[in-house]
T-cell receptor, first 111, second 113 residues
Framework: KQEVTQIPAALSVPEGENLVLNCSFTDSAIYNLQWFRQDPGKGLTSLLLIQSSQREQTSGRLNASLDKSSGRSTLYIAASQPGDSATYLCAVRGNNNDMRFGAGTRLTVKP | DAGITQSPRHKVTETGTPVTLRCHQTENHRYMYWYRQDPGHGLRLIHYSYGVKDTDKGEVSDGYSVSRSKTEDFLLTLESATSSQTSVYFC????????????FGEGSRLTVL
């Protein structure tokens, strides 16, 4: 069974700092990996989708990398802003339409 | 905006009563999913659908049933709600089962007293 782990569980940084969120998974036989953000009381917003054949994806200040062989993905956020404060979740899609989610990293960006 | 609407957004009900949550999409996507989100457990798949009248169980399907009579609607039914089904329920859609991006609705908060 695929296990997805996100470390740290919570992170607090000053505004303007560059930061990295980590996601690890136990089974490297994946189709894709997706990063989401979730604001309190809201649904999940898709940030980036990386297919298994890709190494990274970029969207604005966000860059996600994927190393399937080591079972790791990172989400890099450049020049963080208070509006980036949210919970960030990664999810891994394996076989049989099974998408497994990490518990998330709660990010706080202080002005 | 992925065009997903969930209803109701909030519901309080009593143990033993039936509850139906509705997910409506405007994008005509084939794949639809129901998840629940609980502290300490994260997001877990309840049921999913890969077409009209084609559904399958997820990780935590006990106590839930689903129906999909039209492409745009996916219903989640709790035949007899229990307190352990108090949760936030999310509907999601995908363009493809294995490689498509997943898009979520805003969630339905259910409280079973």
């Amino acid at each position: 069974k695929q296990e997805v782990t996100q470390i740290p569980a919570a992170l607090s940084v000053p505004e303007g700092e560059n930061l990295v969120l980590n996601c690890s998974f136990t089974d490297s036989a994946i189709y894709n990996l997706q990063w989401f953000r979730q604001d309190p009381g809201k649904g999940l917003t898709s940030l980036l989708l990386i297919q298994s054949s890709q190494r990274e994806q970029t969207s604005g200040r966000l860059n996600a990398s994927l190393d399937k062989s080591s079972g790791r993905s990172t989400l890099y956020i450049a020049a963080s802003q208070p509006g980036d404060s949210a919970t960030y979740l990664c999810a891994v899609r394996g076989n049989n339409n099974d998408m497994r989610f990490g518990a998330g990293t709660r990010l706080t960006v202080k002005p | 905006d992925a065009g997903i609407t969930q209803s109701p957004r909030h519901k309080v009900t009593e143990t033993g009563t039936p509850v139906t949550l509705r997910c409506h999409q405007t994008e005509n996507h084939r794949y639809m999913y129901w998840y629940r989100q609980d502290p300490g457990h994260g997001l877990r798949l309840i049921h999913y659908s890969y077409g009209v009248k084609d559904t399958d169980k997820g990780e935590v399907s006990d106590g839930y049933s689903v129906s999909r009579s039209k492409t745009e609607d996916f219903l989640l039914t709790l035949e007899s709600a229990t307190s352990s089904q108090t949760s936030v329920y999310f509907c999601a859609i995908s363009t493809h089962s294995n490689t498509g991006e997943l898009f979520f609705g805003e969630g339905s908060r259910l409280t079973v007293l």
